[in-house]
């Protein structure tokens, strides 16, 4: 095993660059699982960003919050303004394990892991998040509703390290973030929501539904037009438009279906006037 | 930072040195780059209070406190604490667990050092409480024997000796 360990960005870019088959190194909460059994894992070679102290620090600037590409949920959840302005982010963070993962685990980790059921992704997706790549070669800016492109597919080289996630700062009239799972702690997603409105319109995420994190935008349209809905089968077809569920150990597709459809209803019927 | 650099740039050598401050005292060794800060706690520096249970971050027996934060020491690479202060079950005063032991809070005591760990951070951070409750703070400690109950109300007892409050949410489930 090779185990790189840069002082600055330009090192970790450079060291990226030269090494193509090396992997990021952040709070390694998805990476070390198991680590014990998974002797293959130990022959790869690593870049680790723990020791670049600039990409941890988040801030807000007049227009954004600015993550940092170590920026860890705990560095959010212990935010106070964070929690009056994207209280998502918080909600979605404290549901992210338990506290041990939350103070290493990196919102950049969550995004390049590319789990469907992440559960950092819907909120920054709900929240219009761009995200920002760095190379040797530049910089370039994602939005994250972009960003994945099939099952742990996405638009990021492996030279490319996530060194910043830009969120607009918005009046929201709606910020809701639903996790569905087997118990209240450590848990895996089976169906999960974030659902904003703005100026900016509607964002329905959803995670655990598809092969990655998608907006729904049949589900946005729907909401958007104000067509009349009074039950949650009503749903349904939009629903069936905007993911494709699987049957897996934790849930069949069927359920996932069913469950959306019912906790987008719910959490929509006080609030749309076209829901009855 | 000087610290850090002790492991060297860019190292692709089997081993590392690194120096943290461990336990309140500096500390220096050698560390391969697949062992864990758990494997370099119990098996080279002499402190095995800090158990094994998943090695997974999900049972919360290898807690320890990394920069004053909760952390489960199986997900943690050895080389990444280069620099860092790791405090570990050892660095408490066996006094400190008299609230523990009246509540029965330990049973087969598997859980008890990661539970103690994060115990110790809950009430040292009583301003924790006006966001968190102690059963959330608590989650990531699984004990297979008491039913927290005991676990929690050690952590009451320990507060309110300090002087502080267990706040609101303290008793919420
Ligand atoms: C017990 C347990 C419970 C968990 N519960 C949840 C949960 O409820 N919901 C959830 O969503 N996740 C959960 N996770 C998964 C994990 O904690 C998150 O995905 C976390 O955000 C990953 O961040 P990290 O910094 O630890 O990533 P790492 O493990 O260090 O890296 C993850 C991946 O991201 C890449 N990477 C990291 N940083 C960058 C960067 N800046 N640029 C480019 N690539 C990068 C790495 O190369 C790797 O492929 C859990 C994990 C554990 C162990
Ligand atoms: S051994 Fe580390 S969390 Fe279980
Ligand atoms: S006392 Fe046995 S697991 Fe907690």
Known sequence: MRILLPGTLEEALQMLAATPDATPMAGGTDLLVHWPQHPELHERSYVDLSGLEDLRPHRWTDHELVLGGLTSYWDVITDRRARVELPLLIEAGRQVGAVQIQTRGTWAGNIANGSPAADGVPVLMAYDALVVLQSTRGRSEVPLAEFYVGYKEMRRKPDELITQ??????????????KVGSRQAQAITKVGIAITHSAAGWRVVSNSMAPFVCRCHSMERLLQDGRPVSSPDDLLPAIREDVSPIDDIRSTAEY???VMARVLYYDLLDVCPSFS | MSQRKTAGRGAAAGELRISFTLNGEPATLEVSPSERL????RYRLGLPGTKEGCAEG??????????????????VPAYQVRGRRVETIEALDPADMAHYHARGTTQCGACTPGVVVTASWIVRHPELLETHSIRDLMAGNLCRCTGYDGIIEGVVDELE?????AGPGAHRS
Do not use: H, K, M, N
């Open chain 2, 161 to 165: 000796e300090r002087g502080g409050s």
């Open chain 1, 256 to 258: 996932r279906e069913r």
């Open chain 2, 38 to 41: 758990l494997d370099i706690l």
């Open chain 1, 165 to 178: 996630i830009r969120l607009p700062r918005r009046e929201y009239d709606l910020q809701i973030f639903e």
């Open chain 2, 58 to 75: 999900e049972c919360g027996a290898c807690t320890v406190l990394l920069d004053g934060l909760p952390v489960d020491s199986c997900l």
